[in-house]
């Protein structure tokens, strides 16, 4: 049986007309005359590459959303302020009906809203129209035409893969709905079942000659690539094999989930991609161990032929209008002219993740807080370097890329300060008083370029969709939970290089989970991964109350001889929303389901909605 997509259903099925389908998306010309002109089915192209949702810093309030709504961050004007993103989810107030992760507002469109459900149908059907028609279209070459062909198959690919990180299981067509369709077949498919789709999308690109590997030429920025098709495959079977959406614990698909996973890294290798491991700046990012990394966030990738940034996937280049000024929205604020509010800062929880430079954890992975408020860390025995009176010496140096701490200093208006995060201290942590004091005691560093000025543009950060340390992470996880042991370490332990953290050696396949997740967490740190891993490492019947009901902050108290002292605090006494376990997926919007169940006789709604 065919599987149909829902699309507007609303409209279909109560206002159904022909004339609508027949017109071009902007409502102007019929789609015949659009196929007739070469340069209008680019354009057509085009505003299926419109779609591309916004991440990182691009939404609304130049926002980190989902950093500041995993356990990684808390965003300090959220929980005081509403009309943020996370406002709503930390206090609790979301249903189906109304859920700020459902209708985003979006930096680049003025802020106005961007509904993922009916966004990303719409934007499916778009590839659908363009695929199932390509033949009665005008292309200015059959080369071109191929490329292009490919390329909607990859953009499908990657609006499926949003669905289910969103969602899970939703329904699935690889043609237009007919209006004398019948509706009541319409039924949700598998998360499995989507990432094989998507991995056949991706394989057609993969064996288009036509489509090229890497983006050489700016003008062509943001379109897609082989590159981003192994990116795609690995991540969507990733998912698929994940505890969420794999109920029965099936070896099989982590087995798969390897296969795509080496196919991407060995491609990609083969084919010029690479960490980034030399910083080019070094008077600008310093000699530090983790210099290039904070390098690779704060530039865009270069479109030569011989890049100098060879890990960068796909990015979002689009101009967000206010993304140029993280340092103004997301950064150290405080009383520093030409600032507004420092945005979402790092939780102490984050900041325990980064293990000393002898590798090891600086709490135990498995338990690391023998209390669900985090108040008392559960150290790990084997970790003699950790001094907790003296905190953040000898770390991960990724931790120094990411964060600004007590005692740092900054560069701002040719001038260097230091940042006095101590109770009283200029940039002193704060309770719920406004948003230019951080909530934990940290401040965000990742994509700030050092040396930031009130008239000069410092920061030029866009999203990394997909870079090479995911791929290597996501090959370590698969292949350790198939079995495979070196493989995963060897992929994890070349990530871990770059920044001159040590090797991890172990036999054990839970320990290195441990290991190879903890990593993911301080390599992805404000990048997005962490709010959709902490989700699918879940099995259905789990919560994140252990991970982000409660997080904490680190109170600094100077003494008369200039030295600290250091008390955890939880920065909210109540708990935080967002950890049940109905938050492990977005709810169906409320509408669609009121229609979808009484036709199909099916449940639609994701549990806990």
Known sequence: MKKYILILLSFLIFNACTDVL???????LTMEEIYKDPDKVESLLSSIYSGLPNKGFGYAFVSPALTALSDDGWD???????GYVSYEIYVNRTSASHHSLLDIPRTDLGHNNWKYWGNFWAQIRLCNQFLQNADEMAFKSDAIKKRLIAETHLLRAFYYTEMIKWFGGVPLLDEMMPFDADFSLLERTSVYEIAVFIAKDCDFA????????????ESETMRATKALALALKSTAMLFAASPLHNESQDLSRWEEAYKYCKEAVTQLKTNGYDLFKTCTQPQVFGTSAGAAYHQLFCQPADYTAAPRDRETIYQHNRNFGWANLLWHLNYISSGFEGTARVGTVPTQELI?????????PILDLKSPYTDEKHLTPNYNPANTLYDPDNPYANRDPRMYATAYMNDDTIIWE?????IDAYVGGKCEIRTATGQNHTRTGYFHRKFIT???TISQNTTNAPHKYYRMGEMLLNLAEAANEAGHTDEALAAMNEVRERVKMPPVATSSKD?????IRNERRVEFAFEENRYFDMRRWCKPNEDLGMLCKYLTAMWITKKPDGTYTYERKNVWNVERGGWRNRDLLLPIPLAEVSRLEPLTGKTWQNPGW
Not at 352 to 360: F, L, S, V, W
């Open 511 to 515: 320990e290195l989970r441990l290991r």
């Open 206 to 217: 993969l064996q288009t000659n036509e489509l090229p590997w890497r983006i050489t030429t």
């Open 450 to 452: 050092p040396g930031a």
């Open 76 to 82: 300090s004007s959220g929980d005081v302020e509403s």
């Open 414 to 418: 040719n001038e260097v300060y230091r």
């Open 22 to 28: 027949d017109m071009a998306p902007d409502g102007k």
């Open 352 to 360: 325990d993740a980064y293990e000393t430079t002898d590798g090891q």
